[in-house]
C-alpha cells in the first residue's frame, strides 16, 4: 500500500506548475494539479497572452496612420471593444483547456479547487471536505497585482486584471506605474484612442533598464501621444460625476474616467497554509528556495512568481521542468538564471539581454559602448519621427559583449536572437563578423564599429 496519496502535488495550474506536472507524470508518478481560478495562470488568463492580444489590437491605429504613408487610402477606421474583447476570450478559453488536455493526456489528475497546507506532507481541498497526502509538494502560485493600501479611494482604481474585462473602453485614463505592466497598457490605451497619462513617483520609467532605453522610450511614447508625468504620487483619489479626480503631492490634478494601478505584485502566498509545514519566505514575502528550486522543507518545492528569482513565463516553465528532471529522473538539474532575454511589449517595443551600462561600469570599472539611434527606411519613407535605439556593450578586457539592448519594431524578435551568441560568451570581434541582413533594421547590430562616448564622459581617446 502506498505511503502517500500522491508522489507529486502541484499547488497552482499556471506555466511553472503544468510543465512540472506534466513531465512527472509522464514519468509514470502519480500527480495532481489543484488549481483555484482557471487553468492556465496569470500568463494564459490574465497576463501576457491577453495583453498581446491587446498590443495587436491597439497598434492598428499606428500601422493604419503608416498605411497612408505608403499611398492608402482608407476609410476612417473604428474599433470595437466588446468584438475584440469577445474574440479574446474566446481564445483565452481555448488556450486554457489545451492545458487542462495536456495535463490529462500526460496523467495528471486537475482537481478544481483552492488547496492549503495542512502540513508538510498533507494538502486540504477547500470546499471539497476532503485531504489528500503527498510524497512531494510544488508550489506554483504566481504573483497578484498589489496596491497601495494607504492612498485615500484606492477601493475606486482598477489593475491589469479588471483592465483585460472593462465593460466599455474609458475616454482617458491615468495609468499609475513605471514598470513592464504600466508601460504595455499605456500603449495599449493610447492605441485604442484612450487619451492616456503615464504617472510614475520615480525619476523615470522601467527601473533597472539600461537608462538609455528608458530615456528613449519616454521620448518615443510622448511621440506617441502619451502624457509621461514623473516624480510624483497619488494623494487621494475620488470618485464624481465628473470622473476619478487624481489629487497628487506636487499640486497637480487629473480629472480621467478610469485610474489603473500598475505598481507592483507580489507573489501569492496568502492562505497558503505555508506556516503549518515550516516554509519560511524571504523578506519580501516570496518562498525561499536554493537552486533546486527547494525550500527548507525537504520535500517541498516552490518555482515560478512566488519565489523571489526572475517573473517570467519561460523562466517559470524551465524551473518547473528542472524539478521534474532533479526529482523525477534522477538528474539533478537547474536553470542558469544569468542572461536571461525579456522583451517589454511597450510601443515601441523593447528588447533587452544582459548587462546595463551602469551595472558594466560597475561590474568591470569601463565598458566599451557601441550605440545607435536612427529611424528606420520604413518610418523615412512616410516622414515619419519615429526612432529606434540599438546598443551594444562590451567588456573591454576580453571584448565580450555583456549586454545588447534594443528599443523599436520587432526588438522582441530580435533580442531572442541576439541572446543565443550572448549566452554563449560571443565577442565583439565574432559579433561584427556576421555579415549583415539587408535591408533590415537589424542589421544595424552588426555594423556598429565605432565607441559611442556619453557625454558626461568627455570625448574618446
Not at 542558469?336 to 515601441?348: G, I, K, N, Y
Not at 543565443?420 to 565574432?430: D, L, R, S
Request: proline share 4%; charged share 25%.
Amino acid at each position: 500500500m502506498a505511503k502517500y496519496d500522491y508522489d507529486l502535488f502541484v499547488i497552482g495550474a499556471g506555466s511553472g506548475g503544468v510543465r512540472a506536472a506534466r513531465l512527472t507524470a509522464i514519468t509514470g508518478a502519480k500527480v495532481a494539479v489543484a488549481e483555484e481560478h482557471r487553468v492556465g495562470g496569470t500568463c494564459v488568463i490574465r497576463g501576457c497572452v491577453p495583453k498581446k492580444f491587446m498590443v495587436y489590437a491597439s497598434e492598428v491605429s499606428h500601422q493604419l496612420k503608416t498605411a497612408k504613408g505608403f499611398g492608402w487610402t482608407i476609410p476612417e477606421a473604428t474599433f470595437d471593444w466588446r468584438t475584440f474583447r469577445e474574440a479574446k476570450d474566446v481564445e483565452i478559453a481555448r488556450l486554457s483547456g489545451i492545458y487542462v488536455a495536456n495535463l490529462t493526456k500526460a496523467g495528471a489528475e486537475l482537481v478544481h479547487a483552492r488547496a492549503v497546507l495542512k502540513d508538510a506532507h498533507t494538502v486540504e481541498i477547500v470546499g471539497k471536505d476532503m485531504t489528500v497526502t503527498a510524497d512531494k509538494i510544488l508550489i506554483a502560485t504566481g504573483g497578484r497585482p498589489t496596491v497601495p493600501q494607504d492612498v485615500p479611494g484606492i477601493e475606486h482604481v482598477i489593475t491589469s486584471e479588471e483592465a483585460f474585462q472593462l465593460d466599455e473602453l474609458p475616454e482617458s485614463i491615468l495609468v499609475v506605474g513605471g514598470g513592464y505592466i504600466a508601460v504595455e497598457f499605456a500603449g495599449i490605451f493610447a492605441g485604442l484612442g484612450v487619451k492616456t497619462t503615464l504617472l510614475y513617483r520615480g525619476p523615470n520609467i522601467l527601473r533597472g533598464f539600461d537608462d538609455d532605453v528608458r530615456t528613449h522610450l519616454t521620448r518615443e511614447m510622448e511621440r506617441r501621444g502619451i502624457r509621461v508625468v514623473l516624480g510624483c504620487q497619488h494623494e487621494k483619489i475620488e470618485k464624481t460625476d465628473k470622473g476619478m479626480v487624481s489629487t497628487l503631492n506636487n499640486g497637480l490634478s487629473f480629472t480621467t474616467d478610469q485610474v489603473m494601478f500598475a505598481t507592483g505584485r507580489e507573489p501569492y502566498v496568502k492562505g497558503l497554509g505555508l506556516e503549518n509545514a515550516g516554509v519560511e519566505l524571504t523578506e519580501s514575502g516570496a518562498i525561499k528556495v536554493d537552486k533546486y528550486s527547494k525550500t527548507n522543507v525537504d520535500n517541498i518545492w516552490a518555482v515560478g512568481d512566488v519565489t523571489d528569482r526572475i517573473a517570467l513565463t519561460p523562466v517559470a516553465i524551465r524551473e518547473g521542468a528542472a524539478f521534474a528532471e532533479t526529482e523525477f529522473r534522477n538528474n539533478p538539474t537547474t536553470f542558469d538564471h544569468e542572461m536571461v532575454a525579456t522583451a517589454v511589449f511597450s510601443q515601441p517595443e523593447i528588447g533587452t539581454v544582459g548587462m546595463t551600462e551602469h551595472d558594466a561600469r560597475v561590474a568591470f570599472g569601463e565598458v566599451d559602448v557601441y550605440r545607435a539611434v536612427f529611424r528606420p527606411m520604413k518610418v523615412t519613407f512616410y516622414h515619419g519621427e519615429e526612432q529606434t535605439l540599438m546598443k551594444v556593450l562590451v567588456n573591454p578586457a576580453d571584448q565580450k559583449v555583456v549586454g545588447v539592448h534594443v528599443v523599436g519594431p520587432d526588438a522582441g524578435e530580435m533580442i531572442q536572437m541576439a541572446a543565443i551568441a550572448v549566452k554563449m560568451g560571443v565577442t565583439k570581434q565574432q559579433w561584427d563578423s556576421t555579415c549583415a541582413v539587408h535591408p533590415t533594421a537589424a542589421e544595424e547590430l552588426v555594423t556598429m564599429k565605432e565607441k559611442y562616448v556619453p557625454p558626461n564622459l568627455g570625448t574618446a581617446a
